[in-house]
């Protein structure tokens, strides 16, 4: 018989980590409590702390790397526009040369 592995949704991990960071219960009841295994609570929690260290300092970095983003598609959207008014050029003149005038 082929066991499915339990998935948790992310809303479900953020509480459980805030609750086993909070330390109101030992992990050991929190485990009860959700039914979990405490290392999987632990892993929740290190998770946690690890991406809240970046979750103050990023702010500008994400805004920059945006504008990034941002700027290369404005880019590339502008290389875009200009191939196209090429290709309509040659289109048209390629109509005329053959004859093909609507």
């Known amino acids: 018989m082929k066991s499915t592995r339990k ?4 809303q479900f991990k953020l509480e459980v980590a805030l ?3 909070q330390e109101k219960e030992s992990l050991s009841i929190l485990a009860q409590k959700h ?3 405490p290392t999987q609570i632990t892993l929740w929690k290190k998770q946690l702390k690890e991406k809240l260290k970046d ?3 990023t702010g500008k970095p994400a805004a920059v790397a945006d504008e990034k ?3 290369a598609l404005f880019q590339k959207i502008g290389r875009l526009e200009m ?3 090429w290709l309509k050029k040659k289109y048209d003149r390629y109509q ?5 005038d609507g």
């Not at 998935?7 to 992310?10: G, I, L």
Request: no cysteine; net charge negative; proline share 4%.
């Open 7 to 10: 998935r948790y949704s992310p």
């Open 19 to 21: 609750e086993a960071l």
């Open 35 to 37: 039914s979990i295994h």
């Open 55 to 57: 979750f103050f300092t």
């Open 69 to 71: 983003l941002t700027e």
């Open 83 to 85: 191939e196209l008014d």
């Open 96 to 100: 005329h040369k053959n004859g093909l």
